[in-house]
């Protein structure tokens, strides 16, 4: 029998979920659980070990630290769920000018925009602020903050294309001469004429409603072990 690349796909996807309600699982119980002969078994649970995913310990098979990390996403990276994404958006301001990007790449390609991008799994707001500030614009600034978190869905012919949450910052740039960015191009604008920029509508809307708010949005960290919560705090 042949297996075909989606069926492959399939079921090392059917192996990993099997970790969802187990934090170990012996051969035979993989086996019993997908219902496929031990020979193809045997070839995806070696595969996953190559690829990082499974580690085996005596007769057991475990996620390694780099697959735990895709448990609460099995949904969206199967395409069973979509998500919305976290994106970091920040107001990099200088006296009373704002900077802007003209995007390049969809979705909102050739817009204005708020400096911004996905947030990284081990980022704090002011991490990945900074990060997507110098990438994109190779300045250096002082976050002072966020000021708003929006939730912007996108509708196209009654579907909802995208979704993103908005956590909306401010920065201060540290100067004001702006260099060639891959991203697009970039242009300081007057803050209080921005009106007919151009901009994306939910930019636009942050800037004039909630560029001088503050946010209460509270950052925390705890501790998981063999799947025991401990050491919650506040960041």
């Given at each position: 029998m042949k297996y075909s690349g989606g069926l492959v796909k399939k079921e090392r996807e059917d192996i990993f979920k099997l970790f969802l309600e187990h934090n170990r699982l012996k051969f035979n119980e993989i086996e019993k659980a997908i219902k496929i002969?031990?020979?193809m078994?045997?070839?995806?649970?070696?595969k996953m070990q190559e690829e990082g995913l499974l580690e085996k310990k005596d007769d057991?098979?475990?996620?390694?630290?780099k697959a735990e990390r895709y448990l609460p996403i099995i949904p969206h990276i199967t395409g069973k769920e979509l998500s919305p994404l976290p994106i970091i958006l920040v107001a990099v301001m200088q006296k009373n000018k704002i900077l802007l990007i003209r995007r390049n790449k969809r979705p909102y390609k050739d817009y204005w925009s708020l400096i911004g991008?996905?947030?990284?799994?081990?980022e704090s707001f002011k991490d990945a602020a900074n990060r997507v500030i110098k990438k994109k614009t190779r300045l250096d600034a002082d976050f002072k903050g966020l000021s708003s978190v929006l939730l912007?869905?996108?509708?196209?012919d009654d579907l909802i294309k995208h979704g993103f949450i908005l956590f909306?910052?401010?920065a201060v740039a540290k100067d004001s001469d702006l260099k060639f960015s891959q991203y697009g191009e970039l242009k300081w604008f007057d803050v209080k004429n921005i009106d007919d920029a151009g901009l994306i509508p939910?930019?636009?809307w942050l800037i004039k409603n909630k560029l001088n708010s503050k946010a209460d949005v509270v950052s925390a960290e705890m501790n998981e072990k063999n799947g025991d919560l401990s050491?919650?705090?506040?960041?």
């Open positions: 002969r031990s020979n078994v045997s070839y995806h649970l070696e057991y098979y475990y996620l390694t630290k991008g996905k947030m990284q799994l081990e912007e869905r996108v509708k196209g909306f910052g401010k939910s930019d636009l050491d919650f705090k506040v960041l």
